[in-house]
């Protein structure tokens, strides 16, 4: 059985998307530039809970001053407590 705690440990679609594009220059971390690039496959609800969630899980983080969305760690550090099942 897996448990509420292990399942949101795994990021969802959208947000490894938005992880991934932290490396490509020019992307701006609003959710409406977000949508447009998404194609619109992920509503705006969707796009700023993968947001929230990745900046609350310190997956990624924010400069205050700038905006600008750096990663902070790997979102695979912690692969050994996600269960087989879940996978």
């Known amino acids: 059985e897996i448990d509420r705690k ?13 992880y991934a594009m932290i490396d490509q220059e ?3 971390f609003d959710v409406k530039t977000l949508k447009e690039l998404l ?3 992920a ?3 969707e796009i700023e809970h993968a ?4 900046k609350s ?3 990624v983080s924010e400069d205050p001053t700038t905006g600008e969305i750096k990663k902070a760690r790997s979102l695979t550090d912690n692969a050994d407590e996600v269960p ?4």
């Open 57 to 59: 899980s310190g997956e």
């Open 84 to 87: 087989v099942a879940l996978v």
């Open 6 to 18: 292990a399942w949101e440990k795994v990021p969802n679609w959208v947000a490894w998307i938005i």
């Open 26 to 28: 020019g992307v701006r």
């Open 51 to 54: 947001l929230e969630i990745l």
């Open 39 to 41: 194609r619109g496959k």
């Open 43 to 45: 509503g705006e609800n």
